[in-house]
């Protein structure tokens, strides 16, 4: 399936920025502020000639947002995006209109995509109409009948409304208008995801056909991995509207190197038992991407966090000390709530009773679950304090307590660049970056650290 | 164009599409509303058809006949001149309907451009837009219409006009709000993802699928507007004599009351009930457009 070198689609530093609650009125008023959210944030990618790339993501992720991009369906904020050696950010309405005829898109709802007062003939011939393509009427029905037939429904449709038709009869008709102006590139974004799951085998295999039949390069979007593996030549990984990992679609598969898309893999029912550990499991939820996480974006939930050098303990044990860091700057713990319990319990509730169940609860017994070691002695004092600090109230204190204990870590200070591994793959990860190791700021970090506690 | 001859088929089957959508609408409206229907082109039919349908010309006075009560000759009975009223009636309609549809017609020929364009793209056209809008609704509407009518004179155009003026901006806020929520379907996208320019998009994809609430307030505003139209002529604001309107009509009968009851309370039925059916048809066509509405 592999197409030649030449890059079809070239996207360099591609940015989209929602304004929030955008108004003239607002931004004219001083006491109120408007926010950004960053859907797309710098994002680098080149697609082949006759590729598949499948771009992989949670929802929310920025994923979409990146494929409209690509088309010019929405305005980046900033980068490039360059079709054919053409900049496709500067084009003006006509050359757009005419981006149009090679670059299409199949949308994710089929029951939101087709126009509920237009035939499957209308749907059809309209995109013929504007590009010129068929001389006359007859011969763009006739068109629109062959192109039904391409995607395995017949002329009998030609007159039927989409509440006529199935979930998945609909995704046939949007992916006929889509290849109605005979494009080169086509975006799919989550193309099966609102179908039953028998169709959605149909509706894969249909667009594995339809690429090889008319040569079309295609970007796939999903958050189903499992959909992506038959479908893609390479996959990109994104989170919080960056690219993690980029990489053919069996090296990243046989050997995933960013441990988002470690988790990502694992989470896959019935892996391939020797590509795929037990399932990792991700902490916490998708941050919004109003006010991303500093550094690496993925450091809150991920699990192969770095620790810092000094520390010559088990890394999970450490993980979770910094999680606890992280919960107690968000304000998550709740030492009042602990106190009652102990009341209601008939226990004794002063504040060192306080600190040993928060620390049961908030330490040991996470550590217990994440590995069997013990927390080392130092490590648990600088928790005890912390936490102690938190019960009488100081909240910043407690932050500040793990912080100076060295709970930092290069993965929340800088955010890791691009590097290839081994295997082939680009990976956005410190565990990977060699460039990050030798940087100076982190040699300060680490005289810092060594005269602490650890 | 090579394809004249297959236009023309198109051509019949998209009105057979609406007839056939028609028809589906139609068969999905309630009792009431399919009776006020019937009766909605019994009384266009009268305007229309007037001077076959009325038994005497509206103008033709008759000393002799002066204020008789309802009879065989004149069912309705006759006012001071020995007029028959329900020859004035019936030629009332058209002046009514007149008004009633032209200056809906007129709102939504403003309004519906203004909200819809706004809508669609935003940003400061739209805040222009919909703060002019706001500046004609803040005035209570018949307030509004009497004050221009006291300076502009009454006339039948000028009371299309100014009606039609002073509904525009529900048409422009109705239409605003549905092609807000259309503009973000997937399908407008792809219309957009085609290379289809922004007008078309606004033409073919938004406003057909925005229109319902638009045609279900029009059918209020008839009979709105008609009430309105009455109110002014009773005034003596409306449309001049001797043209006859049901306003008018109570107005001059009015001073009979209630000996010579018939030369205002028939003209009132005939408000009353154009404006019940325009109602009910409003109801019937709103349970159809917005189901929801109706389950709450
Ligand atoms: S940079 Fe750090 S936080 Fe980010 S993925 Fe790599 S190890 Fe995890």
Known sequence: MSGSDEPLLEVSGLTKHFAQNDSLLRRLRPDQSVQTVQAVDGVDLRIRDGETVGLVGESGCGKSTFGRLVLRLLDPTAGSISYRGEAVDEFDAAALREYRSHAQMIFQDPFGSLNPRYTVRETLVEPMEVHDIGASSAERVQQSTELLERVRLGAEYLDRYPHELSGGQRQRVAIARALAVEPEFVVADEPTSALDVSVQVEILDLLGELQEEMDLTLLFITHDLSVIRHVSDRIAVMYLGNLVEIGETESVFTNPSHPYTQALLSSIPNPDPSATPDRIPLAGDVPTPIDPPSGCQFHPRCPKIVPPEEWDHDQRIWRELFRLRTRLANGEIEPDAVRSTLVDGDERADDDAVVDALYRNQVEERVGNATDRAVPDSAATVAREALAELVVGNDDDAVARLEDAGFVTVCETEEPDLTTTEHGTDVRCHLHSEATRDHPDRDELRERNREKIL | ?296
């Open chain 2, 1 to 296: 164009m090579t394809a004249e001859n297959v236009q023309r088929p198109s051509r019949r089957e998209r009105i057979a599409d609406r007839l056939r959508s028609a028809r589906e609408t139609y068969g999905r409206m309630g009792r009431a509303s399919r009776i006020s229907l019937w009766l909605i082109v019994l009384i266009v039919g009268a305007a229309v058809l007037a001077p076959v349908v009325a038994p005497y010309s509206p103008y033709q006075e008759n000393y002799d006949r002066s204020l008789q009560s309802p009879s065989v000759d004149h069912p309705a009975g006759t006012d001071l001149t020995g007029r028959d009223v329900l020859s004035r009636i019936i030629f009332g309609t058209r002046v009514s309907l007149a008004v009633g549809v032209g200056s809906v017609l007129l709102g939504v020929l403003l309004g519906v451009p203004i909200g819809s364009v706004g809508g669609y793209f935003g940003g400061w056209i739209d805040e222009f837009a919909m703060r002019s809008m706001d500046v004609v609704i803040s005035f209570p509407a018949l307030v509004l219409a009497l004050a221009i009518i006291g300076v502009v004179g009454g006339s039948l155009w000028n009371l299309i006009l100014v009606i039609g003026v002073v509904f525009s901006p529900q048409y422009a806020r109705l239409i605003h709000g549905e092609v807000l929520s259309i503009k973000e379907s997937e399908y407008v996208e792809a219309a957009q993802g085609i290379g289809l320019g922004n007008v078309s998009v606004l033409w073919r994809h938004i406003l057909p699928n925005a229109i319902g609430p638009v045609i279900v307030q029009a059918t209020f505003h008839v009979a709105l507007a008609i009430i309105i139209e009455a109110s002014l002529s009773f005034l003596g604001l409306g449309v001049q004599p001797p043209q006859p309107t049901w306003g008018v009509m109570i107005a001059d009968g009015r001073r009979y009351l209630p000996a010579e009851w018939w030369i205002s309370v028939f003209p009132g039925f005939a408000i009353m009930i154009t404006v019940l059916a325009f109602n009910l048809l409003g109801d019937g066509l709103r349970e159809v457009y917005d189901p929801q509405l109706v389950d709450q």
